[in-house]
């Protein structure tokens, strides 16, 4: 019978190589070669998550802290293009850490109308009181070349989206606006008519000229519903974040027809606008009232605002509150009430009615947001998921 031979050894470079243990190899095992026990790594979760409490709150509020300081504290305005190098503003500047007011577009920004800041309230001046005697209403004047028209300045890009910026370089170049000539809007966002009350005369004239435009009162009512509607839609936006630039221009758009009949107001013994009037006066106090349904409440006035043109005035609004377009006349709802206290405990209770119509709370305020805040909230979510990766 046969006998099968045995088999062959395995050779010297299939074996494997025997450790050599020395003084710096370590004697407990590898921690990665064996498998972990469940408990350990429950362990090593709950230490982590702790952490995690603890860190993100803190993170949180070191960045909002900081952000009050470092968004764009005073100093740095001794580093800029627009500062004046002398030593006191350096010295004063590097003194003051606290928060101030955005620098104004530069003159390279787009040059279609200017605004100076997007979040400042629109701004209301009224010129030097006139040594000349009112003038009557004129009869087909010479108007200036070019009218005044809104948003003449710089077109400021502070929006929060690029529609709402869009729409408003398109608004301000087309006819169906500035065929219009919107008293509501030229008060307070025109610098070639607030530079025009200077000269009483040439005030009278342009008045003149929002009072009698190519387009019919009817269709100008109808242009400025359009842009406001557009205007809802292009910056829902800016509106809900209640950039003031966007709720300004709503409101001025939806009080168009109200404003136009306060400016084209007559007083008829002097054959002269009423607004005219208040502008030449060396008494503001009439004058404020022009600004009600703009949302601007009038400061403390005088018995210069005893005068038929304002008894006038404020029947208008009260009749305007009343009618059925009262809801889109948030400004005026927010500012009459107060406007009629003021003027009947100075002028007589009888000179202004009040209004059973619900005010509306006061004029909406700009949200204030920092990008810190998006910081924060970014790095919280990073230590967060850093924490649990680790």
Same mark, same amino acid.
């Given at each position: 019978?046969?006998?099968?031979?045995?088999?062959?050894?395995?050779?010297?470079?299939?074996?494997?190589?025997?450790?050599?243990?020395?003084?710096?190899?370590?004697?407990?095992?590898?921690?990665?070669?064996?498998?972990?026990?469940?408990?350990?790594?429950?362990?090593?979760?709950?230490?982590?998550?702790?952490?995690?409490?603890?860190?993100?709150?803190?993170?949180?509020?070191?960045?909002?802290?900081?952000?009050?300081?470092?968004?764009?504290?005073?100093?740095?305005?001794?580093?800029?293009?627009?500062?004046?190098?002398?030593?006191?503003?350096?010295?004063?500047?590097?003194?003051?850490?606290?928060?101030?007011?955005?620098?104004?577009?530069?003159?390279?920004?787009?040059?279609?109308?200017?605004?100076?800041?997007?979040?400042?309230?629109?701004?209301?001046?009224?010129?030097?009181?006139?040594?000349?005697?009112?003038?009557?209403?004129?009869?087909?004047?010479?108007?200036?070349?070019?009218?005044?028209?809104?948003?003449?300045?710089?077109?400021?890009?502070?929006?929060?989206?690029?529609?709402?910026?869009?729409?408003?370089?398109?608004?301000?170049?087309?006819?169906?606006?500035?065929?219009?000539?919107?008293?509501?809007?030229?008060?307070?966002?025109?610098?070639?008519?607030?530079?025009?009350?200077?000269?009483?005369?040439?005030?009278?004239?342009?008045?003149?000229?929002?009072?009698?435009?190519?387009?019919?009162?009817?269709?100008?009512?109808?242009?400025?519903?359009?842009?406001?509607?557009?205007?809802? @839609?292009?910056?829902?936006?800016? /509106?809900?974040?209640?950039?003031?630039?966007? !709720?300004?221009? &709503? +409101? %001025? #758009? *939806? =009080?168009?027809?109200?404003?136009?009949?306060?400016?084209?107001?007559?007083?008829?013994?002097?054959?002269?606008?009423?607004?005219?009037?208040?502008?030449?006066?060396?008494?503001?106090?009439?004058?404020?009232?022009?600004?009600?349904?703009?949302?601007?409440?009038?400061?403390?006035?005088?018995?210069?605002?005893?005068?038929?043109?304002?008894? @006038?005035?404020?029947?208008?609004? /009260?009749?305007?509150?009343?009618?059925?377009? !009262?809801?889109? &006349? +948030? %400004? #005026? *709802? =927010?500012?009459?009430?107060?406007?009629?206290?003021?003027?009947?405990?100075?002028?007589?209770?009888?000179?202004?009615?009040?209004?059973?119509?619900?005010?509306?709370?006061?004029?909406?305020?700009?949200?204030?947001?920092?990008?810190?805040?998006?910081?924060?909230?970014?790095?919280?979510?990073?230590?967060?998921?850093?924490?649990?990766?680790?």
């Amino acid at each position: 019978m046969f006998t099968p031979p045995p088999s062959p050894l395995p050779s010297k470079s299939s074996e494997l190589p025997e450790l050599e243990m020395t003084n710096d190899t370590p004697t407990h095992a590898i921690p990665s070669a064996f498998p972990i026990h469940p408990y350990q790594s429950k362990q090593k979760y709950t230490l982590t998550l702790r952490w995690t409490i603890l860190l993100v709150p803190v993170t949180l509020i070191a960045i909002g802290l900081s952000t009050q300081f470092f968004i764009h504290p005073a100093p740095f305005d001794a580093f800029s293009s627009t500062s004046f190098h002398r030593w006191t503003s350096w010295t004063n500047s590097l003194t003051d850490w606290s928060l101030h007011e955005r620098h104004k577009p530069t003159e390279n920004l787009l040059k279609l109308a200017v605004v100076s800041n997007t979040n400042a309230p629109p701004f209301i001046r009224r010129s030097t009181p006139s040594t000349t005697p009112v003038p009557t209403i004129p009869i087909n004047p010479t108007l200036p070349t070019p009218f005044p028209q809104p948003y003449d300045t710089t077109l400021s890009s502070n929006f929060s989206t690029t529609s709402c910026y869009n729409f408003f370089l398109n608004m301000t170049q087309t006819d169906a606006l500035r065929s219009c000539r919107p008293f509501s809007l030229l008060l307070t966002r025109s610098q070639a008519f607030i530079q025009v009350q200077d000269d009483i005369n040439a005030t009278n004239a342009v008045i003149w000229g929002t009072c009698n435009t190519a387009l019919s009162p009817n269709q100008c009512d109808m242009n400025m519903a359009w842009f406001a509607s557009s205007l809802r @839609s292009s910056c829902a936006t800016d /509106l809900s974040d209640q950039n003031l630039f966007a !709720v300004s221009a &709503l +409101t %001025g #758009l *939806q =009080a168009f027809n109200l404003m136009r009949q306060a400016a084209c107001s007559v007083d008829p013994v002097a054959n002269a606008y009423c607004y005219v009037e208040a502008v030449a006066s060396s008494d503001p106090s009439s004058y404020y009232f022009y600004q009600l349904p703009l949302g601007q409440k009038v400061p403390k006035i005088t018995s210069g605002a005893c005068n038929s043109c304002t008894k @006038s005035l404020m029947s208008m609004y /009260l009749a305007a509150l009343s009618s059925t377009n !009262v809801t889109s &006349l +948030t %400004g #005026l *709802q =927010a500012t009459y009430g107060d406007a009629a206290t003021k003027l009947n405990s100075v002028c007589g209770s009888s000179y202004a009615q009040s209004t059973t119509v619900a005010s509306s709370s006061a004029p909406p305020t700009v949200k204030l947001t920092s990008v810190g805040g998006v910081w924060a909230v970014l790095l919280g979510v990073g230590v967060l998921s850093t924490s649990l990766s680790s």
